[in-house]
Nanobody, 120 residues
């Protein structure tokens, strides 16, 4: 049973930082594509970053490049989203997902429950 569990969300002031974690189980993590997405109220879900866990290749969407990074701990089958210089417009529910490649990023076959990030 595939499980993705996000953590690390919360409230932060503009300019601050947060690190989200996505703990995974139930699939072969070391040969997967893991991604972070977000969805703000009334807006479509948007892709942020992706990591191909085998080789560690990462991709970052232009909308967050220079502020967001993705990393992993293979031993823990966990991916992280490091967010710096946060802005109010970053306020959203953040989700991790795994799936096959979709362009440079990952499709979303399996999703976590999400973690809320609020920037004021």
């Amino acid at each position: 049973q595939v499980q993705l569990v996000e953590s690390g969300g919360g409230s932060v002031q503009a300019g601050g930082s947060l690190r989200l974690a996505c703990a995974t189980s139930g699939f072969t993590y070391v040969v997967s594509c893991m991604g972070w997405f977000r969805q703000a109220p009334g807006k479509e879900r948007e892709v942020l970053v992706a990591i191909y866990t085998g080789g560690g290749t990462t991709y970052i969407d232009d909308s967050v490049k220079g502020r967001f990074t993705i990393s992993q701990d293979k031993a823990k089958s966990t991916v992280y989203l490091e967010m710096n210089n946060l802005k109010p417009e970053d306020t959203a529910m953040y989700y991790c997902a795994t799936g096959g490649p979709k362009g440079r990023f990952c499709g979303g076959n399996y999703w976590g429950q999400g973690t809320q990030v609020t920037v004021s």
